[in-house]
């Protein structure tokens, strides 16, 4: 495996962001509403969702952490989950797979999840490549467009949103409780990863991060992938970004600009202050927008 320098300290930076809390497993499990949970972590956010048919539960960040996660899953749900919805293929989402599966977990995802999942991933931007998965550890129910579940008195609309984040990203929309679980479409913490080599788009972003708008209203709670959980407000902030971002680096890229020349001028330094985290720096930030248009 080969690992640049670049991942290394952004994974760092990324893992020093989000060690908060529970000084024992550093997780944390915060309600959403009734019977939905968030778990912060070192990875993406987990959603969980409890009720009399079974337990439903959204991404699982490190196979290292499993047990953790699992302890805090039974905390709340008082089992193990019956069903586990991957938002999209990134190891800090899926990283867990193997042990729910082998669990008795039935993973559903969509269909480029299965794909990315079962064959070796080099991620250029991250300077690193990551194995195949075993069988275990793939979506057994993949889908193109959606899918919904009528789960614990509720209709769960899992939708595919085409080119955002990756090229398999879906949203998961409790429709009845009103909240939403964005995979990493969304994040509250900052600057959003893009992973442009996996199909990502700036444009797809944005149309993605639009139509949770739609779903939205001043009540609707939503699980971003990284950061607190938020409402629509801080939603229609997180678009403003994306869209000053995509119009401002696209026009210097129009302009004939060369990536070194875009970074040079700084075209994003009024969002800096407010958005820049971790590994997810302006500089990084303007970088994945540039190469992904
Ligand atoms: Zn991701």
Known sequence: MKTGKYAVAGLLTLVLAHSVLAADTGLETVPVTDGIYMIAGEGGNIGVFVGEDGTFMIDDQFAP?????????????????????????????????????????????????????????????????????????????????????????????????PNGHTDGDAIVHFVGANVIHTGDLVFSAGYPFLDYGAGGSIDGMIAGARKILAMTDTETRIIPGHGPVMEREKLTDYIAMLEASRDRVAALKNEGKSLEEVLKTDPLAGHHDDWSWGMMTGEFWTRLVYNSL
């Open 65 to 161: 952490v499993t047990d953790n996660i699992l302890d805090a899953v039974r905390e709340v749900s008082g089992e193990a989950p019956r069903f586990l919805v991957n938002t999209h293929y990134h190891f800090d989402h899926t990283g867990g797979n193997e042990n729910l599966g082998e669990g008795g977990a039935i993973i559903v995802a969509h269909d480029n999840v299965r794909k990315r999942l079962s064959v070796d991933q080099v991620s250029e931007v991250l300077g690193r490549t990551f194995e195949a998965q075993p069988d275990v550890a793939l979506p057994v129910i993949t889908f193109d467009e959606g899918v919904t579940f009528h789960w614990n008195g509720d209709r769960v609309d899992v939708i595919h949103v």
